[in-house]
């Protein structure tokens, strides 16, 4: 599976168990502090996803876990190629899932919040028109992003004009 997502155009994927995981609730806070805007206005994101142990749950009944990362040349104040980035890299690795399907499925935690709609239809006061393949963002599930890219061995760009994007592909 590696060896396909590099194909796909990630930079780094890494093989782990859930239980290495670091799970930080703090993170929380962040989401609470809206800085993405999306606090109540996705359903994929904070309070809407679920509790900081329902998240931590759902990844954790998967034992096994696929680590995506890309790395881009960007400023993160270009909001429209910052979200292009982000989409394509969720792209990926809808593919790479769709691909390789598991006997019971996959717990997706992407590089953002879902970004199936635009806007969401919580934003709206509608359903969600997906379901099924909506996901939450890695900070959503409270994962320590840092130590996940440490155990894997790879760099955390997020300076200098160089912004890497995670994800977990849980199985």
């Given at each position: 599976?590696?060896?396909?997502?590099?194909?796909?155009?990630?930079?780094?994927?890494?093989?782990?168990?859930?239980?290495?995981?670091?799970?930080?609730?703090?993170?929380?806070?962040?989401?609470?502090?809206?800085?993405?805007?999306?606090?109540?206005?996705?359903?994929?994101?904070?309070?809407?996803?679920?509790?900081?142990?329902?998240?931590?749950?759902?990844?954790?009944?998967?034992?096994?876990?696929?680590?995506?990362?890309?790395?881009?040349?960007?400023?993160?104040r270009n909001g429209e190629r910052l979200r292009a980035v982000r989409k394509q890299h969720n792209e990926w690795?809808?593919?790479?899932?769709?691909?390789?399907?598991?006997?019971?499925?996959?717990?997706?935690a992407g590089a953002s919040g879902c970004l199936l709609c635009d806007p969401c239809g919580e934003a709206l006061?509608?359903?969600?028109?997906?379901?099924?393949?909506?996901?939450?963002?890695?900070?959503?599930?409270?994962?320590?992003?840092?130590?996940?890219?440490?155990?894997?061995g790879v760099e955390y760009f997020r300076k200098d004009g160089r912004l890497s994007f995670f994800s977990l592909?849980?199985?």
């Amino acid at each position: 599976m590696t060896a396909a997502a590099l194909s796909l155009g990630f930079t780094s994927a890494c093989m782990l168990e859930t239980k290495e995981l670091v799970f930080n609730p703090d993170f929380r806070k962040d989401c609470e502090e809206n800085y993405c805007g999306n606090y109540g206005k996705n359903y994929t994101c904070p309070p809407s996803c679920g509790s900081v142990d329902s998240m931590r749950a759902r990844l954790l009944r998967c034992p096994h876990a696929l680590m995506l990362v890309s790395v881009w040349d960007l400023d993160w104040r270009n909001g429209e190629r910052l979200r292009a980035v982000r989409k394509q890299h969720n792209e990926w690795a809808a593919r790479l899932m769709a691909d390789f399907p598991q006997p019971g499925g996959w717990q997706y935690a992407g590089a953002s919040g879902c970004l199936l709609c635009d806007p969401c239809g919580e934003a709206l006061g509608l359903p969600c028109r997906f379901p099924e393949q909506r996901y939450s963002c890695l900070s959503a599930y409270c994962v320590d992003v840092r130590a996940l890219a440490e155990r894997c061995g790879v760099e955390y760009f997020r300076k200098d004009g160089r912004l890497s994007f995670f994800s977990l592909c849980a199985f």
